[in-house]
């Protein structure tokens, strides 16, 4: 996505991922040494370990105090620093990306490590030993994960940003030392067998999370690879042009109404959105500021009055939520200016996160009709949304996240609230789906969505698409360690590297179940969802009342957007889907045209 792009999303998306990765490793470690010990095969680890010190020779000491010296503190750092220096320095032009992938994946993973050996504590073999012992649990093997985030690391670059024969041989050689490095610690009775595979895992996790934020869509030239290139090969996928705007009717400039959020949007924010409202045309501006009494302002007033040609919201999801409310099918695009602590509508609608850049971009555009949902329930009055609406765990993180580490932290303040509801009873609940018969389930939460990624790039609905007519439905539902530790790894692995397309349905149900069933997904045009008992339900990020139903319905293209292009398409979509509408149209390239909006 565009957004990715910038530092912001790059720093929440990093933010988010290394959270994922140091909760799968403690998950992982208390699994070793609470779960799983005693059992097949850890039963093994002491006898292979004894074996190791009953065998030992002089050549076997030498070598694998070597190897130890390869993987020691002082040398991984002093080889990092070197190697840092030595891509800054390069004649050609300085690799700042590759020098912060290397030094970050090193230090990433040893803050990591820390954080594990604190909640972890496991002693090391029952062995003599021929290192010492720092005071950290030998769950996971430290020496391994820095190894494998530095000669891994340097392994990538080998790969990813050299040409010629050679760099596989070179990367084969450096790829062998984190292993070797593992057998000799085990050898010297230092760790056990799944502490090296835990330091393996940890530095492999590092340099996936550090190579999608630093180097992901960076060619051997140290360039950005242009938006909407597949890279060629075989088997590329050839980029489908979205659907085209519906820009009969709009022109430049207009009666606009402007809703504003007095603490999202700033003065200094507010004076750019006037000025670029004026650089479009858009002259005749009217500024309503939303209260906890008036949460749309005056807009439903000036919508009523008529003669409204553009809506722009300065605010989060729940000010969109509610405007959007009002402006659904009137006809009337509604642009945003992404400006509160999630902003996931505009994330999904591939805007910038910059809030000025995103409205720009967006009146530099055109028109494409969205769905929208419209949701009840037992305490509920009728309400439209546009991201997602839930109950259960995700409800009580909103209705707990502080307020002061919102506007501290942004997001990061539903993550720390997240932890205090990790072990919130399942709920019992039943679905009926577009009127069929009801599906019985226990979850911990259940989440609908018109569209599917959360903050930085997190897939949680793959399937969902904004203007698909249909609503996607989630369960999530982790038992015990490896549930959540499954859940967690399949959603960061989409986040690496997300799948060409999202998988279809497998069930008698329609649907799809994925992490050793953590995560199940359905699709409808209806959903009622019926609980067992009242729970905490939320909004597009808003806590409502809580209560027993939710009964949800699709408004296909009730919402009409200004947008720099359809929703899911890149530039070079944009560009192809302009060039395909003039020519079946037989009018010039840039001339208005309606047209229906298509469902990708």
Not at 561 to 570: E, Q
Request: a positive charge; one cysteine or more; proline letters at 7%.
């Amino acid at each position: 996505m565009t957004t990715e792009n910038s530092g912001s999303a790059r720093r929440s998306r990093l933010v988010w991922l290394l959270a994922a990765q140091t909760a799968s490793m403690v998950l992982l470690g208390l699994w070793v040494t609470q779960v799983a010990v005693g059992h097949w095969p850890l039963t093994l680890e002491d006898r292979l370990s004894q074996a190791f010190a009953t065998h030992r020779s002089p050549v076997g000491n030498g070598l694998t105090s070597g190897l130890s010296l390869l993987a020691s503190t002082e040398y991984i750092v002093g080889v990092t620093l070197v190697c840092v220096a030595a891509l800054l320095a390069l004649p050609s032009a300085p690799r700042w990306a590759e020098a912060v992938f290397l030094g970050a994946s090193v230090a990433v993973q040893s803050a990591v490590f820390l954080v594990v050996t604190f909640f972890v504590e496991r002693p090391r073999p029952d062995v003599p030993q021929l290192d010492g012992a720092p005071p950290t649990s030998s769950f996971p093997s430290g020496h391994v994960g820095a190894s494998v985030a530095l000669y891994g690391g340097l392994a990538t670059l080998v790969l990813s940003r050299t040409r010629g024969p050679w760099r596989y041989l070179t990367a084969g050689v450096l790829l062998l030392v984190p292993p070797a490095v593992g057998l000799s610690r085990v050898y010297r009775g230092m760790h056990h067998p799944s502490d090296v595979l835990g330091g393996l895992l940890n530095g492999a996790a590092t340099l996936l999370v550090l190579g999608s934020v630093f180097l992901a869509g960076r060619g051997a030239d140290g360039g950005r690879t242009p938006q909407g290139a597949s890279g060629g090969g075989a088997g590329a996928l050839p980029a489908r042009p979205g659907p085209a705007p519906l820009t009969g009717g709009r022109r430049r400039g207009g009666r606009t109404v402007v809703v504003r959020h007095p603490h999202g949007c700033p003065d200094e924010l507010a004076d750019e959105v006037r000025a670029r409202l004026r650089r479009h045309g858009f002259t005749a501006q009217r500024w309503t500021s939303t209260t906890v009494d008036r949460p749309v302002g005056s807009l439903a007033d000036e919508c009523a009055a008529g003669g409204v040609d553009l809506v722009v919201v300065c605010g989060g999801d729940g000010t969109v939520r509610v405007c959007a409310d009002v402006v659904a099918g009137t006809g009337i695009p509604l642009a945003l200016v992404p400006c509160g602590t999630g902003n996931l509508l505009a994330r999904n609608l591939d805007l910038p996160s910059d809030p000025a850049t995103a409205l720009d971009e967006a009146l530099a555009g055109g028109d494409f009709a969205i769905d929208v949902g419209r949701v009840e329930g037992d305490g509920l009055p009728p309400t439209r949304f546009t991201v997602m609406a839930g109950a259960g765990f995700d409800a009580a993180m909103v209705r707990d996240a502080s307020p002061v580490l919102k506007a501290r932290l942004g997001w990061a303040a539903y993550a720390l609230s997240a932890a205090r509801h990790l072990r919130d009873p399942r709920m019992r609940l039943s679905l009926r789906l577009d009127g069929g018969p009801r599906i019985r389930r226990r979850a911990r939460m259940v989440v609908i969505g018109n569209v599917g990624s959360l903050q930085a790039g997190l897939e949680l609905l793959p399937r969902a698409r904004p203007d698909s007519g249909r609503l996607e439905v989630v369960l999530f539902d982790p038992r015990g360690a490896a549930g959540w530790l499954a859940a967690a790894a399949h959603l960061a692995a989409r986040v690496v590297r997300r799948p060409a397309e999202a998988p279809a349905p497998g069930g008698p149900d329609g649907s799809v179940s994925v992490a050793a069933g953590s995560l199940e997904y359905f699709s409808a045009g209806r959903i009622e969802v019926r609980l067992a008992r009242a729970q905490d339900r939320e909004v597009d990020g808003d806590t409502m009342s809580r209560g027993a139903r939710l009964t949800v319905d699709t408004e296909a293209g009730a919402l009409r957007m200004r947008l720099p292009r359809a929703p899911g398409a890149t530039a070079g979509d944009a560009a192809a889907a302009a060039a395909a509408a003039a020519a079946l149209s037989g009018v010039p390239e840039g001339t208005s045209r309606t047209a229906p909006t298509a469902h990708l």
